[in-house]
């Protein structure tokens, strides 16, 4: 078990646990972790890395990170389908696989023929995206570790390694605008329609047929990713700062909307429903108190007696 000392957004210490021969890593929340630019890298980096080790199948004993207790599996809705995890049943976390966590990001997609058959032209094999292990060419899914083959979206990698665009200007940024589309967003050129690698007319990647090679292609990234964690760009806190104008501008209209219910308040003005005066309230106290006063004169009368 490797402990991977990660940042989360706004500078937050986190930790993750990471099984490389099991490709699973434990996330202490149950929702996952968001992790800052710089620990996504060298998380992806991690797992990459990981997938040089054969796979060990999941043994069924493997327990709760924390409090070694049972496990149970959860099928998570996120924007790009339901994913999977190993929840612990007491909620102190749970276990992703490799593949589940980029999937769960939207970072993957299942690979489609004209993939295979593109993989098996340039390199002579294809491989998981989970483990790493050999992939035959009509496997729907990996016969190591049960995962669906899958390639990874290069450019929606980039884009989930940097959100605010810190790094807008870097090649690795020339991707297609939207999942889908058929054209290059660095260049505008029309793709086939069985897609590739890289645009056709400027050669910028679009996909790759593993982590190791994804990994390589946003790498590029990590000085300046790391740089905007210790110092956002300028234009960046510009677009931070209008993204929470209209906070600010709510916070704003209802700091005075308080203070015209006080003025109102003190000068006499209509009072807030709980404060009004019950009638019931008043006759008891009014009936109360001719009581004690009956009995302080009939006290007094006792006294000049
Ligand atoms: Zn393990
Ligand atoms: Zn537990
Ligand atoms: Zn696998
Ligand atoms: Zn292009």
Redesign the pocket.
Known sequence: MKVLAMQGHYGRALELDLCAPC?LVWFDSIEGAHLAGPSLLALVGEMAEAQALP?TALKPTLGCMRCGGALRTVHNPSRFGSSLQLECAQRHGAWQSF?QFLQQKGLVRPMSSADRHRALQRDGALH??????G?HQNDTV?S????VPAVVDVALLALALDPEGATRQHAVHRKRGEAGSLSCAACGAAQPADGGWACTSCGATLTAPGLAEAHRQVSALGPALAAHAQRPAAHVVQERLARQQPALDRQRSRAREMQAEADARRHGGPLPSQERQDPLADWLQGAAGELLSALARALRRWWQR
């Open positions: 490709h796979h593949g998981c995206v989970n483990c790493g292990g992939i990996c190591w570790c049960g995962s």
